[in-house]
């Protein structure tokens, strides 16, 4: 089917009406005993209630939770203990992308699949509802601002829906496989579209609005390889960083200058492998980043990383080289070179730290006779250059404080580089600094105000060109389903 023309808005509606009927099939038919909780498990609503009804009970035993009168037991999990409580944060363990963390149970329960069959299936569809609204001393644009380009306005970020199977990688008898379909509609489409699947939406009609097949993979769980392995194919989250695109993914609503011009979704084979409970080794190769494997602009790029994780689960150093190749000029054909660092200061405090350098060759010169194509940006070359590399580097900080087990304060800094302005637009080292508060009403509801200050150093880098200096506030709704 086409989605061109007039018929484009309608197939963009029905892509993820499709996605959820056919995986409640699937949910309706696949039931572990072994793994499915009880009916009453959270939130505790009887299969005879009518859909609706066993849905808002979820809700409603999440955000009024009756007097605990036992002492839930931990379950089984193979590796170092988790390093954080979450929620309030994002993730309990120290992230690794291209892999679901090796050894941690499936524990998560959704409203949603509590309702379609009381959670009692591997196969899990959930996702949310992420509006947002910003107030700029920009009038114009808010860019290289990531998520919450659009200046002063109230919109959809994000509306997600998920359809996933985890492996179990606890156990070690068995090998065991997941996989996972995601259908992303809203204005932060911009930011994960992938040359190739439903490019058109942004790099021909410049919609502010659109849907992208985010995320479509399948993971094939080995134990046999040293503490197990797992084998992932398909499209799938660029792999080093602290942030994500997706937005319960984060510390804060919106995004660092680091991450908004990195590469985003990578689309090959991923392999990661637990050596032990310190050491993880990961090797992949893909089509080069954010590319369809059948478009012109990819090219067999390789992707080798490795974690090291301290006894005490204080420190993980997780260093990438990402998507290598000839590193010559096409569609976001970056050179990525990331090296993370968590670090935890006490029970209720911790920081994470990133840093990159990315570069690209035989960049056309933004004024030469030598045009820009494929959807890519030109650079600021030297005089003279009808080609020239263009660099860039950055370095972010996270540091967080918990509150209690619903609230944490979050505080960001963040410094780029983009020596030829291939990545912005303008050739300027700039700054950023945010405070944010996250607030979860129950396990479904998350509210994070921001306020944050950013600094183009070099030229007018904000408002298109009118302002050194931006100034936003601005904050996200995660309704989570």
Same mark, same amino acid.
């Given at each position: 089917?086409?989605?061109?023309?007039?018929?484009?808005?309608?197939?963009?509606?029905?892509?993820?009406?499709?996605?959820?009927?056919?995986?409640?099939?699937?949910?309706?038919?696949e039931k572990d005993p072994a793994t499915s909780p009880?009916?009453?498990?959270?939130?505790?609503?009887?299969?005879?209630?009518?859909?609706?009804?066993?849905?808002?009970?979820?809700?409603?035993?999440?955000?009024?939770?009756?007097?605990?009168?036992?002492?839930?037991?931990?379950?089984?999990?193979?590796?170092?203990?988790?390093?954080?409580?979450?929620?309030?944060?994002?993730?309990?363990?120290?992230?690794?992308?291209?892999?679901?963390?090796?050894?941690?149970?499936?524990?998560?329960?959704?409203?949603?699949?509590?309702?379609?069959?009381?959670?009692?299936?591997?196969?899990?569809?959930?996702?949310?509802?992420?509006?947002?609204?910003?107030?700029?001393?920009?009038?114009?644009?808010?860019?290289?601002?990531?998520?919450?380009?659009?200046?002063?306005?109230?919109?959809?970020?994000?509306?997600?829906?998920?359809?996933?199977?985890?492996?179990? #990688?606890?156990?070690?008898?068995? %090998?065991?496989?997941?996989?996972? /379909?995601? &259908?992303?509609?809203?204005? @932060?489409?911009? !930011?994960?579209?992938?040359?190739?699947?439903?490019?058109?939406?942004?790099?021909?009609?410049?919609?502010?609005?659109?849907?992208?097949?985010?995320?479509?993979?399948?993971?094939?769980?080995?134990?046999?390889?040293?503490?197990?392995?797992?084998?992932?194919?398909?499209?799938?989250?660029?792999?080093?960083?602290?942030?994500?695109?997706?937005?319960?993914?984060?510390?804060?609503?919106?995004?660092?200058?680091?991450?908004?011009?990195?590469?985003?979704?990578?689309?090959?084979?991923?392999?990661?492998?637990?050596?032990?409970?310190?050491?993880?080794?990961?090797?992949?190769?893909?089509?080069?980043?954010?590319?369809?494997?059948?478009?012109?602009?990819?090219?067999?790029?390789?992707?080798?990383?490795? #974690?090291?994780?301290?006894?005490? %689960?204080?420190?993980?150093?997780? /260093?990438? &080289?990402?998507?290598?190749? @000839?590193?010559? !000029?096409?569609?976001?054909?970056?050179?990525?070179?990331?090296?993370?660092?968590?670090?935890?200061?006490?029970?209720?405090?911790?920081?994470?730290?990133?840093?990159?350098?990315?570069?690209?060759?035989?960049v056309p010169a933004l004024g030469g006779t030598i045009?820009?194509?494929?959807?890519?940006?030109?650079?600021?070359?030297?005089?003279?250059?009808?080609?020239?590399?263009?660099?860039?580097?950055?370095?972010?900080?996270?540091?967080?404080?918990?509150?209690?087990?619903?609230?944490?304060?979050?505080?960001?800094?963040?410094?780029?580089?983009?020596?030829?302005?291939?990545?912005?637009?303008?050739?300027?080292?700039?700054?950023?600094?945010?405070?944010?508060?996250?607030?979860?009403?129950?396990?479904?509801?998350?509210?994070?105000?921001?306020?944050?200050?950013?600094?183009?150093?070099?030229?007018?880098?904000?408002?298109?060109?009118?302002?050194?200096?931006?100034?936003?506030?601005?904050?996200?709704?995660?309704?989570?389903?």
């Amino acid at each position: 089917m086409s989605c061109a023309n007039s018929l484009r808005s309608r197939c963009l509606v029905r892509i993820p009406i499709l996605l959820l009927v056919l995986c409640c099939a699937c949910c309706a038919q696949e039931k572990d005993p072994a793994t499915s909780p009880p009916d009453t498990a959270k939130p505790g609503a009887a299969v005879d209630k009518a859909f609706f009804a066993r849905w808002a009970d979820f809700y409603r035993q999440d955000w009024f939770p009756a007097p605990a009168t036992t002492t839930s037991v931990a379950p089984a999990r193979r590796g170092v203990p988790s390093p954080l409580d979450s929620p309030p944060f994002p993730n309990s363990d120290w992230s690794y992308g291209g892999s679901p963390v090796i050894g941690e149970p499936d524990t998560n329960s959704y409203p949603l699949m509590s309702a379609i069959n009381g959670a009692r299936s591997r196969t899990k569809i959930y996702g949310w509802l992420d509006p947002t609204l910003n107030f700029s001393t920009s009038s114009r644009s808010n860019a290289p601002e990531a998520n919450d380009v659009y200046a002063n306005r109230f919109q959809l970020n994000q509306f997600v829906l998920y359809a996933e199977r985890l492996p179990d #990688s606890v156990q070690r008898e068995h %090998v065991d496989w997941g996989y996972h /379909l995601t &259908a992303l509609y809203g204005t @932060d489409y911009r !930011y994960t579209t992938g040359k190739g699947y439903l490019s058109g939406q942004l790099l021909n009609d410049h919609r502010q609005y659109g849907l992208d097949p985010t995320l479509e993979y399948v993971d094939i769980y080995i134990p046999q390889v040293a503490q197990g392995m797992n084998v992932r194919l398909g499209r799938f989250i660029s792999v080093p960083g602290i942030e994500a695109q997706l937005a319960p993914n984060n510390y804060i609503f919106s995004h660092s200058l680091l991450y908004a011009i990195d590469p985003f979704t990578d689309t090959g084979l991923m392999a990661t492998v637990k050596l032990n409970d310190q050491w993880l080794v990961q090797l992949g190769i893909t089509s080069g980043h954010d590319v369809a494997p059948w478009t012109s602009d990819a090219k067999p790029s390789g992707t080798a990383c490795v #974690s090291y994780t301290s006894k005490p %689960v204080n420190d993980n150093f997780y /260093l990438c &080289a990402n998507g290598i190749n @000839d590193a010559k !000029y096409a569609y976001n054909n970056l050179q990525q070179y990331d090296v993370t660092w968590y670090h935890k200061f006490s029970k209720t405090v911790h920081m994470a730290t990133e840093s990159w350098y990315m570069y690209e060759r035989d960049v056309p010169a933004l004024g030469g006779t030598i045009t820009a194509e494929n959807g890519a940006n030109g650079a600021y070359c030297f005089a003279g250059e009808q080609r020239c590399t263009a660099p860039e580097y950055a370095v972010v900080n996270f540091l967080q404080k918990e509150l209690s087990a619903h609230d944490f304060l979050s505080f960001r800094s963040d410094f780029l580089d983009d020596k030829k302005g291939q990545r912005t637009g303008f050739a300027s080292k700039y700054s950023e600094n945010t405070m944010m508060w996250c607030h979860w009403f129950g396990t479904t509801v998350q509210l994070r105000p921001e306020l944050r200050f950013e600094r183009a150093w070099d030229q007018k880098a904000y408002d298109n060109g009118r302002r050194h200096d931006q100034l936003t506030v601005a904050s996200d709704l995660i309704f989570h389903f």
